[in-house]
């Protein structure tokens, strides 16, 4: 069985709209988007003995642009947040779960 990836990826208000491989469609808020970026510079990074160093700290994204977006490979797209953020690589399968978070 093939990889489920975004066929078309949209910027459409406030979402971003991706239509799968399966012929789903997920919508996601930028806020949400901005507020689960995988980014180390947004989660920290863990030491061996799973010390944590650097991160955001939890803060209301409300208001958060996405500019633009790039396909990283065939795993991830990057997205250009209105507050600078662009260092986080979303792979499908998250994508995917924000998707199926509740929107609101």
Known sequence: MPALRPLDVQLIGSEVALRWSDGSESFI???TLRANSPSAEVRGEQ???GAKYGGEAPRDHTGVGVLGWEQVGNYAIRFDFSDG????LYT?????????LPRG
């Open 92 to 100: 499908y399968p998250l994508l995917r779960q924000l998707g199926e």
């Open 85 to 88: 953020h662009r260092t986080g």
């Open 47 to 49: 030491d061996i003995f």
């Open 29 to 31: 808020t930028f806020a």
